[in-house]
């Protein structure tokens, strides 16, 4: 099993620019997250899904949004890209059964110029 | 309001000597609590979960409703503990993790 994954690695955007981070996982869970890691404030909830077709806002959801058409893919899209959404970001799945361990991707190292 | 409180930023001690990392949280359920660590420019990875109450690498963690807590502790800290610290707490629908703000740990030979 790959795991979770995420791609690209690193990316430079320019103010305004749009794009999407792709996010995928192997282990048919049910529930998948996106964080984003910002220093001294930890990660914070961007949004999760709980299943196919159905997503919701985390705790800083403004400038992303998500769907999720499959189990295993759950893209982030920026819509119009800020200096204020330079991070790193993760994504996560968990089983819907039993323990709440998640798993995470690699992460995206994002610039927004 | 959910919350957890990681009070340290950096804890900087020498290889050999206890260490402990603190994490408090506010739930008013039932809580479900982890340590995630991060090593250098890696994907964070589970060291702990409250529920298993295992020792991993040496570290522990006990659970203290009272106190609302969730500290972290090793007797004797190794250079390769050298990392990033993350409490968090779940328990809640869809999955999701409350973060601390994380502590970086550095173990100095």
């Known amino acids: 099993n790959a795991g979770v994954t995420q791609t690209p690695k690193f990316q430079v955007l320019k103010t305004g620019q749009s794009m999407t981070l792709q996010c995928a996982q192997d282990?048919?869970?049910?529930?998948m997250s996106w964080y984003r890691q910002d220093p001294g404030m930890g990660l914070r909830l961007i949004h999760y899904?709980?299943?196919?077709?159905?997503?919701d806002q985390g705790e800083v959801p403004n400038g992303y949004n998500v769907s999720r058409s499959t189990t295993e893919d759950f893209p982030l899209r920026l819509l119009s890209a800020a200096p204020s959404q330079t991070s790193v970001y993760f994504c996560?799945?968990?089983?819907?059964?039993?323990?709440?361990?998640?798993?995470f991707g690699p992460g995206t190292r994002l610039t927004v110029t | 309001a959910q919350r957890v409180t990681q009070p340290e930023k950096l804890l900087s001690v020498f290889k050999g000597a206890p260490v402990e990392l603190k994490c408090n949280y506010s739930?008013?359920?039932?809580?479900?609590l982890f340590w995630y660590v991060q090593y250098s420019r890696q994907r964070l990875q589970l060291l702990l979960r409250?529920?298993s109450r295992e020792s991993i690498k040496g570290f522990t963690a006990d659970l203290n409703k009272g106190e609302t807590s969730f500290h972290l502790k090793k007797p004797f800290a190794q250079e390769e503990d050298s990392a990033m610290y993350y409490c968090?707490?779940?328990?809640?629908?869809?999955?999701?993790?409350?973060f601390g703000q994380g502590t970086e740990l550095s173990v100095k030979p």
């Open positions: 409250h529920i």
């Open positions: 739930y008013s359920g039932s809580p479900e």
């Open positions: 282990m048919n869970h049910e529930y």
């Open positions: 899904s709980v299943g196919a077709g159905i997503t």
């Open positions: 996560a799945s968990r089983s819907g059964q039993g323990v709440y361990e998640q798993y």
């Open positions: 968090a707490l779940g328990g809640y629908q869809g999955g999701k993790l409350i």
